[in-house]
């Protein structure tokens, strides 16, 4: 009798697995379905978000901000550039800097008109705002000489500016 409850132990052990197995894939695959269809509930909230024109705007205003950080970041840790005033550009660490972060800083300042504000500075005619925005479209052409040479323009063209509007606040204060 021994040998036979053995093995029928084994059956109901077997089984009594089987059952437990079963029972945990179970339990995995219904919380599994519980994830995914929570994912697929934000997924379609986040679709939602996405027609709506609050949130590209808000998304393209970031997206400006972050493409011109690296050379604000420059221009306020730049000793020299505070000192110099409206010449701080011609520093040479604002402006080798420049060099660099032109294309994204240009494409930076023209992601930030998706600001009603911005817009309606330049559609008011605000100086400073029309030549900002005219030298930023330099900084999105591409130059014949590509890399750091198109750079160099694109960087120098920021110094200009930078005397341009020197020169501009000067002469509207002799008026």
């Given at each position: 009798?021994?040998?036979?409850?053995?093995?029928?132990?084994?059956?109901?052990?077997?089984?009594?697995?089987?059952?437990?197995?079963g029972n945990k894939i179970e339990t995995t695959a219904v919380g599994l379905g519980q994830k995914i269809s929570k994912g697929f509930d934000k997924a379609k909230e986040v679709v939602n978000e996405m027609g709506k024109?609050?949130?590209?705007?808000?998304?393209?205003?970031?997206?400006?901000?972050?493409?011109?950080?690296?050379?604000?970041?420059?221009?306020?840790?730049?000793?020299?550039?505070?000192?110099?005033?409206?010449?701080?550009?011609?520093?040479?660490?604002?402006?080798?800097?420049?060099?660099?972060?032109?294309?994204?800083?240009?494409?930076?300042?023209?992601?930030?008109?998706a600001d009603k504000k911005q817009r309606d500075k330049l559609e008011a005619g605000d100086p400073e705002t029309i030549a900002s925005t005219v030298m930023s479209g330099i900084g999105v052409i591409p130059m014949?000489?590509?890399?750091?040479?198109?750079s160099a323009v694109k960087g120098t063209a920021r110094g200009g500016k930078a005397l341009g509007k020197a020169v501009m606040k000067s002469s509207l204060g002799m008026l």
């Open positions: 009798m021994g040998f036979f409850d053995f093995i029928s132990n084994v059956g109901e052990k077997i089984v009594s697995g089987a059952k437990s197995i024109a609050e949130t590209w705007e808000r998304g393209t205003k970031l997206a400006g901000k972050w493409l011109r950080a690296p050379q604000k970041w420059v221009e306020d840790h730049d000793p020299l550039a505070k000192k110099m005033g409206d010449f701080g550009a011609l520093s040479p660490l604002s402006l080798a800097s420049s060099l660099f972060t032109a294309i994204p800083s240009s494409a930076g300042y023209l992601l930030n008109f014949p000489g590509g890399g750091l040479a198109g």
